[in-house]
């Protein structure tokens, strides 16, 4: 079994990603970044992560996360977060990150700040 499954669906011209299992060394980043890749070589540029279902991150996950998030808004698009676990929301606290990324407690609030 895949260390993080990552399940796509459209909303207007957003593109939810809805992550569960760990955004990890090895598979789990492997995964986000090759999804995340994907939608931009095929023009989607407006990307919500929603990360309900995400159990761990370790720091080659929040790496992983900066580094699309750069490459995104480098060339016009937008990556924001949706339901960040506690423990995701703490890590992004510490780390500082929470104020680098937009993040979301509700789908329809998250997709109306693109517009």
């Known amino acids: 079994m895949a260390e993080l499954v990552v399940s796509e669906r459209q909303s207007g011209d957003v ?6 299992g760990s955004i990890r060394m090895g598979e789990g980043c492997i995964s986000l970044r090759n999804s995340l890749r994907g939608l931009a070589e095929g023009g989607k540029k407006k990307i919500l992560l929603n990360l309900a279902g995400v159990k761990n991150v370790d720091s080659s996950g929040i790496g992983e996360l900066i580094a699309n998030y750069t490459s995104l808004t480098r060339d016009g698009g937008q990556l924001k977060l949706l339901n960040l676990t ?3 929301r703490d890590l992004l606290v510490i780390t500082k990150l929470l104020t680098v990324f937009d993040a979301y407690e509700s789908e329809p609030e998250a997709l109306s700040s693109f517009k």
């Open 15 to 20: 593109t939810i990603l809805d992550l569960s």
């Open 86 to 88: 506690e423990k995701i």
